[in-house]
């Protein structure tokens, strides 16, 4: 059971937009940055989005963040075959004293 | 261009140890804080371990918590993972990844190396 809730699944067609949920609590994304990690299968995590909403260099601008009190957004438009992904929130956890991931959210694009 | 190398990972007993190493280069190692994190076979990621630039100050998920230690040699540009009393629930990829500063611990990771699976089963 992870810290962080995310929806284990979304999907959308492509050109679509879709949204991916992360919830959490005031321990942890309230008062947090949050970030988000692309997973293709097979490979690495690769880092999308850091401090709430901003993009790595070379990270398009179809994708986006955003938070509000206790939830974080990940937002991708345009969506395309190769966004089909693994898709986590992660931030830090004070009461904890530990980073929180979560559960990771498969984007299908259809 | 940054470069993260694990190795180490492999089969072991349980209740055995092992230590993973993370080579890193294309950067000032020692500016930057650095985590493992971990993924079991079909599974989501875990956070694992982190620690600061200078190796000062380190942070445990409580799952791995006096059994795992982190570690760094700045003169070597290499992480290490010790990792003592494993068990079956320890079996996944493991992966260190570099922090964006030299004293946050926070997963915010701009760089992962490609992993190295530890399998732990008699």
């Known amino acids: 059971q992870s810290v962080l809730t995310q929806p284990p699944s979304v999907s959308a067609a492509p050109g679509q937009k879709v949204t991916i949920s992360c919830s959490g609590s005031?321990?942890?994304?309230?008062?947090?940055?949050v970030s988000w990690y692309q997973q293709l299968p097979g490979t690495a995590p690769k880092l999308l989005i850091y401090?709430?909403?901003k993009r790595p260099s070379g990270i398009p601008d179809r994708f986006s963040g955003s938070k509000s009190g206790t939830s974080a957004t990940l937002g991708i438009t345009g969506l395309q075959t190769g966004d089909e992904a693994d898709y986590y929130c992660?931030?830090?956890?004070?009461?904890?004293?530990?980073?929180?991931f979560g559960g990771g959210t498969k984007l299908t694009v259809l | 261009e940054v470069q993260l190398v694990e190795s180490g990972g492999g089969l072991v007993q349980p209740g055995g140890s092992l230590r993973l190493s993370c080579a890193a280069s294309?950067?000032?190692?020692?500016?930057?804080?650095m985590s493992w994190v971990r993924q079991a076979p079909g599974k989501g990621l875990e956070w694992v371990s982190a620690?600061?630039?200078?190796?000062?100050?380190?942070d445990n998920a409580d799952s791995v918590k006096g059994r795992f230690t982190i570690s760094r040699d700045n003169s070597k540009n290499t992480l290490y993972l010790q990792m003592n009393s494993l068990r079956a629930e320890d079996t996944a990829v493991y992966f260190c990844?570099?922090?964006?500063?030299?004293?946050?611990?926070?997963?915010?990771?701009?760089?992962w190396g490609q992993g190295t699976l530890v399998t732990v089963s008699s």
């Open positions: 992660a931030t830090w956890d004070p009461s904890l004293s530990a980073g929180v």
């Open positions: 620690i600061t630039g200078s190796g000062g100050r380190t």
């Open positions: 401090d709430d909403n």
């Open positions: 005031s321990s942890n994304i309230e008062n947090n940055y």
């Open positions: 990844a570099k922090g964006t500063n030299i004293v946050g611990l926070t997963p915010r990771l701009d760089y």
């Open positions: 294309g950067f000032t190692f020692s500016s930057y804080a």
